[in-house]
């Protein structure tokens, strides 16, 4: 079993930074699939994007640039780096765990975190 506790969230400005960490708690979380996803206010469920065990990375095609994903196996962190927020990035953001490569099915992944949310304001 792996625990995901995220933390980082809060509010900021339109074009405004934030950085979200995501915490493992399980030995063998570094073999793992870390994704970010998030869930906007009445809509589903969408990925981020995702970093596997030896740092291949995938994005969103909204990401475009501004969102950077990076992870320390050492210390069971992955780090999710968001610059240039807008207003529509205003979501909670979760972060998973997957085995084997990533994607953007959420039902590829087997551990979430609760969740941390993120308001951009206009």
């Known amino acids: 079993q792996i625990q995901l506790v995220e933390s980082g969230g809060g509010l900021v400005q339109a074009g405004g930074s934030l950085r979200l960490s995501c915490a493992a708690d399980g030995r063998t979380f570094s073999s793992y699939c870390a994704g970010w996803f998030r869930r906007a206010a009445g809509k589903d469920r969408e990925f981020v994007g995702g970093?596997?065990?030896?740092?291949?990375?995938t994005y969103a095609d909204f990401v475009k640039g501004r969102f950077t994903i990076s992870r320390d196996n050492a210390k069971n962190t992955v780090t999710l780096q968001m610059n240039s927020l807008k207003p529509e990035d205003t979501a909670v953001y979760y972060c998973?765990?997957?085995?084997?490569?990533?994607?953007?099915?959420?039902?590829?992944?087997?551990?979430w975190g609760q969740g941390t949310k993120v308001t951009v304001s206009s």
């Open positions: 970093i596997t065990w030896s740092g291949s990375i």
């Open positions: 998973a765990a997957a085995r084997g490569q990533c994607g953007s099915n959420t039902r590829m992944y087997e551990h």
